[in-house]
């Protein structure tokens, strides 16, 4: 049946009607029941009294205060509901859900009965599994051949790179190198030529034409070249030979009573990398200079040590190192070698004229020096005299800035004034050094 027909439209109104009623008839039972239980016939007899007893009757009764006590029941607004009020509401209730149910079942229709499963297998659950696998079939080799599409292509990318490798080398090595002059009377393959050129020694010693000695003499001042070449690591000496041999890590080791001193030039000439150290007057820092080379020469390759001002103890304690060069040149005459990394002035300066302590840092500058390291004796005033034992670059006539670097407490035993190493780049150094 169809929801709009005009009988289901006249059970509904004559159940919303019946529903009116019922609501309608209980509701006014409830306030009739409660109307007469509350009139004045059904209470309890009060007894008659006169005007004068009933004033002395209130008057002598005591007042009671009336307090609101939510947690207690009122009796006086409670009603009492009647049974044909109950009843009413019971029979509205049930109109309602009856009403409910025929909006449900009669105008939406029944519920559809479950119906049970045959035992007998049908044929159209096996024709949709059976097309379901082959579509599972047909994914599965569509993506075994996507896969095997994306691994050609891989190896064929692999063949090129390979490819192209291969042609790189062989024109690498093909080609001649730069410094090697080919042979006109070499007939061998390209490879041969390069690996014989490779296998020649770099720092030849080439024979002058204009020698006329035996070839006697030749051979060994050629043997003795090369060996001098060897001597300094970094010129003639295999780094992987000097890696093999060197030791990283640890600390240093040094003699009492300049373990300070020591361990604070060794920091510096290795936290700057330092390949060329000149040491002003090495024979002031002889006593513990050699464990600063030991350890240094093993952890930076192609170091260089130059000896200025030495004597017999220096050239004895210095003996065997092959990295040490020593000079007697002053350096306030000729100056400082090219190539210099770091000067060290330590013991020097503060026994040296003005005129000669300003012209230190002029050569500094001049031979383009990256580093130097001074000590220094800060609070004290600069004396111009000759025979003075202290100075302070800090102070008047000099004035220098803040150094990079100040190391503390390095004063020697039986000194009494405080003493300090100052660090300096040569760009920090004053501008009228000229």
């Excluded at 009607?17 to 209470?43: E, K, N, Q, Y």
């Excluded at 049930?94 to 105008?107: G, Q």
């Excluded at 800035?401 to 920090?428: C, D, I």
């Amino acid at each position: 049946m169809h929801l709009t027909s005009p009988h289901h439209a006249e059970v509904r109104t004559l159940c919303q009607g019946v529903v009116a009623f019922i609501f309608i008839v209980s509701d006014t039972a409830s306030h009739l029941h409660s109307f007469v239980t509350s009139t004045m016939f059904f209470r309890a007899p009060q007894p008659s009294l006169s005007d004068d007893e009933t004033y002395e009757y209130r008057r002598r009764r005591p007042r009671r205060r009336r307090r609101h006590r939510p947690h207690q029941y009122d009796y006086k607004s409670h009603r009492h509901q009647s049974p044909s009020s109950t009843c009413g509401k019971l029979l509205l209730v049930t109109a309602l859900v009856c009403l409910l149910i025929y909006e449900i079942v009669v105008l939406h229709g029944p519920i559809p009965k479950r119906s049970k499963l045959s035992t007998r297998p049908s044929q159209s659950p096996t024709t949709t599994t059976t097309t379901a696998k082959e579509q599972q079939n047909n994914r599965f080799a569509e993506l075994a051949a996507r896969a095997r599409a994306i691994e050609e292509a891989a190896a064929a990318r692999d063949r090129d790179a390979l490819k192209r490798q291969k042609e790189r080398i062989a024109a690498a090595f093909s080609q001649p190198e730069l410094d090697a002059q080919p042979d006109p009377n070499d007939i061998g393959p390209p490879a041969e030529r390069l690996a014989a050129a490779f296998s020649q020694p770099k720092f030849d010693v080439r024979p002058d034409p204009n020698d006329i000695r035996p070839p006697a003499e030749k051979l060994a001042a050629e043997k003795e070249a090369a060996a001098q070449l060897r001597s300094h690591p970094g010129l003639g000496e295999n780094f992987w030979e000097w890696h093999q041999k060197s030791r990283k890590g640890g600390k240093i080791r040094c003699r009492e009573p300049h373990q300070r001193l020591c361990g604070m030039t060794y920091k510096f000439v290795r936290k700057y990398r330092v390949r060329t150290l000149y040491d002003a007057d090495c024979g002031r820092t002889s006593p513990w200079m050699r464990d600063v080379l030991v350890k240094i020469t093993r952890e930076i390759w192609g170091f260089r040590y130059i000896c200025a001002n030495p004597n017999a103890s220096t050239r004895k304690s210095l003996n065997g190192l092959p990295y040490v060069t020593y000079t007697t040149d002053k350096w306030w005459r000729a100056g400082f070698p090219p190539d210099v990394d770091l000067v060290f002035a330590w013991d020097v300066l503060a026994h040296t004229a003005y005129g000669r302590v300003w012209g230190f840092f002029v050569n500094i500058k001049k031979a383009n020096v990256k580093y130097v390291l001074v000590d220094n004796y800060p609070g004290i005033l600069n004396d111009p005299s000759p025979e003075r034992f202290y100075l302070n670059l800090r102070k008047h006539p000099f004035r220098f800035p803040a150094a990079k670097e100040v190391v503390q407490n390095v004063t020697e035993p039986g000194e009494t004034a405080n003493r300090q190493l100052l660090f300096y780049e040569t760009t920090m150094l004053p501008d009228n050094l000229r």
